[in-house]
């Protein structure tokens, strides 16, 4: 994905003015100036973390509701006309209970319907596309009231399955901003937190048990990584340093400009380059805009040029579906930019890559991608992301995305109103 640059400065202004009328007759002009402030840190601190690659470690704890039913009594015998020896008489059998039925027990979290806690094995067994989504139900107005650098006081973790069923995991650290590190083998994962003063704390959490260790942070690439985990691709102009463990070996690419699209499989990446330096985010035919596929195992590429009208993937955002193909955010060359100085790619939507050939999806409501906001499900696709051009004051929602049939079911929701529970903060899946 494409990054912010200074340009943008005066359309965030607008958007950020436009949000405080439409708020003049709630909160006093003291407290927005809060808000804003406390928002700002929070999102400064979680940029700044992942650009670093910075890891930490997550509290998380599976909830199970266990039951069985008391043993059936035996049939009593039938009646004898036959005379018995007397016996001692023994103490009489208590009636069978009816069988206890499963828990029905929810959690309630604010800004969610009641959910059910996840059980272990939906944590350990967690299928391709599940999501762990870190979740507040602070608002905007709560932010205000405390250490305008603390971050939200109560923060959850969620199981969001790929069918669209939402579980409740455990509430995660005070101030948590930042999930990742979800290793679904040993049922573990992390959490960054931000405190008062700007620090921040790194917590290993066992998923089954709770038992909480704080740890030092972890580097995490974000560079694009191959889908079998073993190398990352750095794309710098017209070379790709391909990094496998301690091997290092570089690569030409074809065209003076190239960045990383993302990998269709475990030795192929797309590319997306141009004859000069593009002038916007949004790439002019003249810049000569073309798709590659670089193979990794022998160097060759091929190359296909793209024209006005045509689909592009922004940097970094792709992700294999696993058949050969790449879903990325995309824009469109020679999109009209209403005069802007610098191209926004928000709100753009998502085009699907089989080899050099890419199509447009149908429209997702979320127009940017949080951190790890692409996660690809079997026949779906899972989007997390703020709706439309994100300002400082725009909460975030999750959506999944049916590549057969285009519809698109809302996962979790967005809440716009700021005395109401801010919501998505993070997002990741299993590695």
Known sequence: MAEWTPDLTDVLHTAEAQ???????????????????????????????????????????????????????????????VPQPTRPTASPTPAASPPVAPSTATVEVGGLPPMLSAAPDELRDAPPGTVLALWTPDTLLDLADGAPDAGHREVHLLLVRPDGEVRHVVRAPDHAVTV???????????????????????????????????VPPSAESLLPTSPDGTTTADVQGAVVRLRAGADERELELPSRWCRPAGWSDA??????????????????????????????????????????????????????????????QVDVVGREVDGDAVARVCGTGLGRFDGLVGTPLPAVP??????????????????????????????????????????????LPVHEDPAAPFGLLSSTTWR
């Not at 990446?269 to 002038?279: A, M, N, S, V």
């Open 267 to 328: 030795t192929h990446l797309l590319l997306t380059c141009f004859d000069r330096e593009p002038r916007t985010l949004v790439p002019a035919e003249a810049d000569g805009p073309a798709l590659v596929l670089l193979d990794t195992v022998t160097g060759g590429t091929t190359r296909r040029a793209l024209v006005t009208g045509d689909v592009v993937p922004t940097d970094r955002t792709g992700i294999p579906l696993g058949d050969g193909s790449v879903v990325a």
């Open 180 to 214: 990742g590190g979800w290793d679904r083998a040993a049922a573990s994962a992390s959490v960054i937190t931000a405190t008062g003063g700007g620090d921040s704390e790194s917590i290993a959490v066992d998923l089954l048990t709770g038992a909480t260790t704080p």
């Open 366 to 411: 979320a127009g940017d991608l949080v951190h790890r906001g692409l996660v690809a499900a079997p026949g779906r696709v899972v989007v997390a992301g703020p709706p439309g051009c994100p300002t400082d004051l725009t909460a975030s929602g999750m959506w999944a995305l049916d590549l057969a049939t285009g519809r698109v079911d809302e996962l």
């Open 19 to 81: 949000r405080e009328a439409a708020l003049a007759a709630s909160p006093t002009e003291a407290s927005v100036a809060s808000v804003r402030t406390a928002v700002r840190a929070a999102r400064t601190r979680r940029t700044a973390l992942a650009v670093t690659g910075t890891a930490a470690a997550v509290l998380l704890v599976g909830g199970v509701v266990l039951w069985s039913p008391r043993a059936p009594v035996p049939p009593a015998a039938p009646a004898s006309t």
